[in-house]
T-cell receptor, first 116, second 113 residues
Framework: DGGITQSPKYLFRKEGQNVTLSCEQN?????MYWYRQDPGQGLRLIYY???????QKGDIAEGYSVSREKKESFPLTVTSAQKNPTAFYLC???????????????FGNGTRLTVT | SQQGEEDPQALSIQEGENATMNCSYK?????LQWYRQNSGRGLVHLIL?????REKHSGRLRVTLDTSKKSSSLLITASRAADTASYFC?????????????FGGGTRLMVKP
């Protein structure tokens, strides 16, 4: 089955530590996205990548970093500079049609990060 | 910044009743999408409606779009307990070079058996 795998499902870290969240997709999608979701809230875009070796900041990129060395992988690092990192992180991918945005996002099941 | 805003924030109904959720957005769009999220899970795409469409159906779901009012509604008919979830609308910008979707805050629907 094709899909997006996020791991781990739960992650606990001490304040001041960097942590990397994994996102892998076997859908052969070009575009990948990271969203943050706080309790009872909508999704906010952290970073996105439309193609390998290229990525762009979203609305709340401060304190986060990403890489896109392979088409199927888009890991997110939450750095110690992120002031409030505890949240639910969602990775998504998209099969872009040339010149239009007519495809839905496919989401992983998220990683819940708790920093104490 | 949130492009879409859902209303109501929370909705509680009895099984068998219809549920209506509304979404308002601010800028011109190419399309609007509705997603569902079960607690602690990722979002699942439900339906996409293009800016030149006014209504779309998928099973028990009916979506309308009024671009003059910059609003959309999602109707779930004959609701079931399994419909309990959060529902989000998402929009792209008309000039969205990054193919980004902007999500609203969601409506939390509870369907009581």
């Amino acid at each position: 089955d094709g899909g997006i795998t996020q791991s781990p499902k739960y992650l606990f870290r001490k304040e001041g530590q960097n942590v990397t969240l994994s996102c892998e997709q076997n859908l052969n999608h070009d575009a990948m996205y990271w969203y943050r979701q706080d309790p009872g809230q909508g999704l906010r875009l952290i970073y996105y990548s439309q193609i390998v070796n290229d990525f762009q900041k979203g609305d709340i990129a401060e304190g986060y970093s990403v890489s896109r060395e392979k088409k199927e992988s888009f890991p997110l690092t939450v750095t110690s500079a992120q002031k409030n990192p505890t949240a639910f992180y969602l990775c998504a991918s998209l099969n872009r049609e040339e010149g239009s945005y007519n495809s839905p996002l496919h989401f992983g099941n998220g990683t819940r990060l708790t920093v104490t | 910044s949130q492009q879409g805003e859902e209303d109501p924030q929370a909705l509680s109904i009895q099984e068998g009743e219809n549920a209506t959720m509304n979404c308002s957005y601010k800028t011109s769009i190419n399309n609007l999408q509705w997603y569902r999220q079960n607690s602690g899970r990722g979002l699942v795409h439900l339906i996409l409606i293009r800016s030149n469409e006014r209504e779309k159906h998928s099973g028990r779901l009916r979506v309308t779009l009024d671009t003059s009012k910059k609003s959309s509604s999602l109707l779930i008919t004959a609701s079931r307990a399994a419909d309990t979830a959060s529902y989000f609308c998402a929009t792209d910008g008309e000039n969205n070079a990054g193919n980004m979707l902007t999500f609203g805050g969601g409506t939390r629907l509870m369907v009581k058996p």
